[in-house]
Nanobody, 120 residues
């Protein structure tokens, strides 16, 4: 069992920055690779960024150069620093324990999501 709690969302002007946090607790064997997903109204949930167990990172083309994923293992916290935000980034952002879809279902967990709204 893993519990994920996102925070840090809010309303920001285009061009601004925001940092999202995801606090994880529970079964640590399920916490290796981690990722941030987002879902906008009427759109499918998409992977934004992921970080592997050895701290390699991956980003969607739409956010490369603007978003940075990181984690503090001592605090069991995942971060997503977002800069140069665009209205297109508006979505609910979720953290997840299976960004690559390659773990067992018992280790696939989602947070409740945090809303990010970017105004133009």
């Amino acid at each position: 069992q893993v519990q994920l709690v996102e925070s840090g969302g809010g309303l920001v002007q285009a061009g601004g920055s925001l940092r999202l946090s995801c606090a994880a607790s529970g079964d640590t064997i399920c916490i290796s690779a981690m990722g941030w997903f987002r879902q906008a109204p009427g759109k499918e949930r998409e992977l934004v960024a992921a970080i592997t167990g050895d701290d390699s990172t991956n980003y969607a083309d739409s956010v490369k150069g603007r978003f940075t994923i990181s984690r503090d293992n001592a605090k069991n916290t995942l971060y997503l620093h977002m800069s140069s935000l665009k209205p297109e980034d508006t979505a609910v952002y979720y953290c997840n324990t299976d960004p690559f879809g390659d773990v067992g279902v018992r280790c696939d967990y989602w947070g409740q999501g945090t809303q990010v709204t970017v105004s133009s």
